[in-house]
């Protein structure tokens, strides 16, 4: 399935832009490895920092649903397959062996994404840029995601990408319309 291979080229390249944070000069602390598994406990290991990138949930982005249901029609004169975009939300979280390191993960990458929340269309291979968007969540609602996963709470940041799925498989294109009225 090619939107399976485009949400995960959407989370590799939330994966760089945050690491881009700690490469920075300005970072003295150590560089943290990336996970997508929230069940990684890096407390038993010394020194050991990791950032925690979850997509916990994906859905249809309603406000571009209509806005573009056809791309123009090509020499054929058929209507171009759908783009269908989706809500990518992420929760992004850290974890170390002192609580003060994790809260400056956090703060890092809380910076990151507040200072450049854009990836542009050209690194991502998609129609548009990828606008990281930051999404207020309850703690009650964050309380219950790390439930969910089984780990105790942590300090998160809860992030909305909306990224265009182009439906390049083969699918069905819509018939033009020939006349309308109906006769």
């Known amino acids: 399935m090619p939107e399976l291979s485009r949400i995960a080229a959407v989370s590799g390249q939330l994966h760089e832009h945050l690491l881009g944070a700690f490469a920075a000069p300005d970072w003295s ?6 996970s997508d598994s929230p069940g990684e406990d890096p407390s038993t290991e010394h020194g050991r920092c990791t950032l925690i990138v979850l997509l916990y949930h994906v859905a249809y982005n309603d406000e571009q649903r209509n806005v573009r249901p056809l791309r123009p029609f090509g020499a054929t004169g058929v209507g171009e397959r759908l783009a269908m975009t989706l809500d990518l939300h992420y929760l992004v979280a850290a974890a170390a062996a002192q609580s003060f390191q994790a809260q400056a993960l956090l703060e890092r990458a809380c910076l990151r994404m507040h200072q450049a929340p854009i990836i542009s ?6 129609q548009e ?11 009650e609602e964050l309380l219950a995601l790390w439930q969910g996963f089984g780990m105790a709470f942590r300090p998160s940041l809860a992030y909305r990408v909306a990224a265009s799925i182009d439906r ?4 069905v294109s819509p018939l033009p319309v020939l006349q309308w009225p109906p006769v």
Do not use: E
């Not at 840029?129 to 703690?139: G, K, N, S």
């Open 29 to 34: 602390g150590a560089v943290p490895t990336l």
């Open 121 to 126: 269309a050209s690194d991502t291979g998609q």
């Open 129 to 139: 840029p990828l606008r990281f968007v930051p999404v207020a969540r309850l703690p």
């Open 168 to 171: 390049s498989d083969g699918g």
